[in-house]
Every structure is written in C-alpha cells, then in structure tokens.
C-alpha cells in the first residue's frame, strides 16, 4: 500500500492507496489535525502518533511526502518542514521506503499539467480513485494526488535502478 502525504502542522493529509487487478483503490483518507495554540513539540509528537496509528492499522509498504514550497513565508516553511521531518522518520521507523515529490510532479502525473490548479487536481483525483464526491479537506485531495503520482512513478523509478 502508498501512502500519500501532504505536510502541515496544523492539518497533515494523508490518503492510502492499493492496486487490485491494476486499478487503484482508496483505502482510507483524511486529515490529522492539531490545534494552534499547542506547544510545537505536542503537535509534532501529535502527528507521529497519528501517523503511527495508521502504520499499525495497513500494511504501507511505500510514502509519497509533498516536498515543500514556500515562496513567502521562512517562519511557516521552517515549521512545515520539522512536521515532515516527523513524517520521513515515522515512515522509516515503519520500515516503509520515502519518496518525495514536487507539487509540479504532483500536478503532471495526475492531470498531465504542471500549472494545474486545484479544482482539477481534485477533479482527477475524484475520477482516478472512482469516489462519489471530491475528497475534503484539499488537504486530503493533494495527499491522494501525492499517491497517485508515486504509483504512476513507480515503474520509472524501477528502470532508473535497474539501469545503475
């Protein structure tokens, strides 16, 4: 199974993937939310222990982690950046291989447009996994986009080491 990230401290989303007779199937998605007026600490520790749960609950084998983009604010991306730290440890503490991937990657793979925006990634997302309605929060959209990008990477990403 793939687990699919999008980073945060106030909201992390995840989104669980599985391949059955080669089509994808949402397992389980949603957010993990902690409250802004929490020490950092907590919320990191909140977070690892959430995702934890998860790990214990499905056999994840492999994560897709959203890399960072921020353009305007160092504070928050310095505050993103400990929470996916937490994410990539807990992940390897797991024993489940990271991956990372840009939000343009992320764009492409799933509406073959890095530019992209949110109503269509959604919109794919919605179409790829087959759901009744739009995942919500975005948050949950952009983990399950994550996913899917990872599952579309996955046989070059083979080649490439085969090719070493």
């Known amino acids: 199974m793939i687990l699919g990230i999008d980073p945060g401290i106030a909201i992390v989303g995840f989104g669980i993937i599985k391949e059955i007779n080669q089509k994808l199937i949402p397992v389980d998605y949603g957010v993990i939310r902690t409250k802004?007026?929490?020490p950092l600490a907590n919320?990191?520790?909140?977070?690892?222990?959430?995702?934890?749960?998860?790990?214990?609950?499905?056999?994840?084998?492999?994560?897709?982690?959203?890399?960072?983009?921020?353009?305007?604010?160092?504070?928050?991306?310095m505050i993103v950046g400990h929470?996916?730290?937490?994410?990539?440890?807990?992940?390897?503490?797991?024993?489940?291989?990271?991956?990372?991937?840009?939000?343009?990657?992320?764009?492409?793979?799933?509406?073959?447009?890095g530019a992209a925006q949110k109503p269509q990634v959604q919109s794919m997302v919605q179409k790829l996994l087959n759901l009744k309605d739009i995942p919500k929060p975005d948050d949950t959209a952009d983990a399950l986009a994550c996913a899917i990008c990872h599952y579309n990477s996955r046989g070059l990403l083979k080649k490439i080491q085969e090719y070493r």
């Open 36 to 38: 802004a007026k929490t």
């Open 43 to 77: 919320r990191l520790e909140i977070i690892h222990l959430e995702l934890t749960k998860l790990f214990q609950k499905y056999p994840i084998t492999e994560v897709a982690v959203e890399d960072l983009y921020f353009a305007r604010n160092a504070k928050t991306a």
């Open 83 to 113: 929470a996916r730290g937490v994410i990539i440890v807990t992940a390897r503490l797991n024993n489940a291989e990271v991956f990372e991937y840009t939000p343009n990657q992320i764009k492409v793979a799933i509406t073959g447009y």
